[in-house]
């Protein structure tokens, strides 16, 4: 699998270091509820088709990034920094 850096390019899967899906852009608020914390550390969807990961850059730029794949056939769709993801949630 090849993944498209926006810094750096189209390179191999192994530069990359897979952190899992992408719901850790959206983490509750230290003050929030313990039932807010139990959804966030234990329930996962796990989805056929499209889904979002996080992936870091390790062997590169060191850029995080969300990869948006289909979980059927690995194809990605799109690759974009983390930062820009988590600026356009605020």
């Excluded at 899992?20 to 550390?41: C, I, K, Q």
């Excluded at 590169?60 to 948006?68: I, K, M, N, P, Q």
Aim: glycine share 6%; charged share 25%; with cysteine.
């Amino acid at each position: 699998m090849r993944i498209q850096c926006p810094l750096c390019g189209e390179r191999d899967m192994r530069e990359f270091y897979y952190q899992g899906a992408a719901v850790a852009l959206s983490r509750p608020a230290p003050d929030a509820g313990a039932d807010a914390w139990n959804d966030y550390v234990h329930d996962r969807e796990n989805p056929a088709g499209e889904t979002q990961d996080l992936w870091h850059h390790t062997s590169g730029c060191s850029a995080w990034l969300v990869v948006t794949r289909s979980t059927l056939t690995h194809e990605i769709f799109k690759t974009e920094l983390a930062s820009n993801v988590t600026r356009a949630k605020a």
